[in-house]
């Protein structure tokens, strides 16, 4: 059980992963979305679009969050076209996603050469109210494998998550919760690598190598890296560990 952590571009470092070395993808990547009009979402940075004004937290800023429609549907399908050539036969592929870029991601998914197997809804019991209309309190975690699954697993996940973002120790604009991540890391076999090219503040990584995985991780901003390193090397000797619970 270990872990590499790369500092740089997702796509370049991609690109040096051998073949069939990865048994599970499991990635957040900037949604490039979170505003109405393509203007908002190419001008806007990541925490003007994601954190609340006055909110108490004062998280760092994250890169790539600036792209189009079309162009977030190419860059995502070449990353997801390495990912897949990184990965053996039977690995899933896991991409978290909004309302907005959902129909976006599944694109991409398959047309990097996955085969597209379901999208999990991720529900924050907590998320704001929409005055006039039906509360926005969901996330989407589309996910699909690598030629098919294996069926010589005696393994049964769940098909949707309810859970708030942490609370406890958050680290990240845009951080999910434990008790998700330590759910996706079990579609990796026993004795496997995840691969996250989005690392952030590393909970890809808590998560699989609390299961006893070898983790490889990608983070392009020197500040998240940092993070995730120190959370990683953490995670290499801690025994014990509290997951974060619902909001009050």
Known sequence: MGYTLHRGDALTVLKTIPNERIHAVITDPPYNSGSRT?????????????VTAGASRDLANFPGEN???????????????????????????????????????????????????????????????????????????????KGGLDHGRDLYLP?????????????????????VMQQLVRICPDGGTVLDPFTGSGSTGV?????????????????????????????LTQDDFDLAGPEK
Not at 220 to 233: K, W
């Open 67 to 145: 792209r189009d429609q079309r162009s977030y549907r190419s860059w995502l399908t070449e990353l997801l076209t390495e990912s897949y050539r990184a990965a053996v036969e039977h690995a899933v592929c896991v991409v978290f996603s909004d309302w907005r870029q959902e129909p976006t991601t599944t694109d991409a998914l398959q047309m990097a050469g996955w085969t597209w197997s379901g999208t999990i809804p991720w529900i924050k019991p907590t998320s704001r109210p929409r005055k006039g209309g039906f509360k926005q309190s969901a996330e989407f975690i589309i996910w699909g494998v």
């Open 207 to 235: 998560a699989a190598l609390r299961h006893g995985l070898d983790f490889i991780g990608i983070e392009l901003s020197e500040h998240y890296a940092d993070i995730a390193d120190q959370r990683l090397r953490t995670a």
């Open 159 to 179: 098909g949707h998550f309810i859970a708030s973002q942490p609370r406890k120790g958050r680290a990240h604009i845009t951080q999910k919760p434990d008790e």
């Open 38 to 50: 393509s203007s908002d979402r190419t001008g806007r940075t990541a925490r003007a679009k994601y």
